[in-house]
């Protein structure tokens, strides 16, 4: 989805680099997710944020953290990278004021590749 | 815990024929499923979703079913396309909560 993107989109990089993974969106959503992809699996809750002073840990949130610098901005950070954490990044989007609220929107996604 | 699973990995069907996707989930507190669909290289994209007030919800040649007795979702897709060739996913959440817990996925496969 255009309205939601992803930066970079592809990145390959060395075991104990820090890495940043940016998401902005145009919808005003409030509420923003990011989740990670690994092959034969489903898609794994990382961090979410329902509004810029409120970030919540997910399933899988160990080796991550996040910032919410905007309403429109959702980052993820890796400290130290780890060749597990090679995987495909999603970030996504949603608005409880909608009214098919629940649906998420997604972001292109990051392939991510730790050396 | 909670998990949402699929019965089928890979589903391979020929264009023309009408297409069913399987998904069971466990969490009997979950009221609101939804269906993405995801072509290589993108993100997911919104298919359909339904509450669990209802037991079936039709869009453009989509159709999906809620059996909340067996706890069991279904995606049906008429007159399949190549263009539906994709990997399918389902989620459950919890009404206002907006967390999905995501299946595994099935990959349609669609042969001209």
């Known amino acids: 989805d255009a309205d939601v993107t992803q930066t970079p989109r592809n990145r390959i990089t060395k075991t104990g680099k820090r890495i940043m993974l940016e998401c902005s969106q145009t919808k005003g959503h409030d509420r923003m997710y990011w989740y990670r992809q690994d092959p034969g699996l489903g898609l794994r809750l990382i961090y979410y944020?329902?509004?810029?002073?409120?970030?919540n840990k997910g399933e899988i949130s160990d080796g991550y953290s996040v910032s919410r610098q905007a309403q429109a901005k959702f980052s993820l950070s890796l400290e130290s990278a780890i060749p597990n954490q090679t995987a495909l990044y999603f970030c996504a989007t949603s608005d409880l004021r909608l009214a098919g609220y629940n649906e998420q929107f997604f972001g292109p996604g990051t392939r991510l590749t730790v050396l | 815990g909670e998990s949402v699973g699929l019965h089928l990995p890979t589903l391979s069907v020929q264009e023309g024929d009408n297409s069913i996707i399987n998904c069971a989930y466990s969490?009997?507190?979950?009221?609101?499923f939804i269906w993405y669909k995801q072509e290589s290289g993108k993100g997911p994209q919104f298919i359909i979703d339904?509450?669990?007030?209802?037991d079936k919800r039709q869009g453009q040649r989509v159709t999906v079913l809620l059996n909340k007795t067996v706890k069991h979702l279904s995606l049906q897709i008429a007159a399949t396309q190549p263009g539906d060739s994709a990997v399918y996913f389902c989620?459950?959440?919890?009404?206002?909560?907006?967390?999905?817990?995501f299946g595994t996925g099935t990959r349609l496969l669609v042969s001209p």
């Open positions: 944020s329902f509004d810029v002073k409120d970030i």
């Open positions: 989620a459950e959440a919890n009404t206002g909560f907006q967390k999905l817990v």
């Open positions: 339904i509450r669990s007030n209802m």
């Open positions: 969490n009997s507190a979950s009221d609101y």
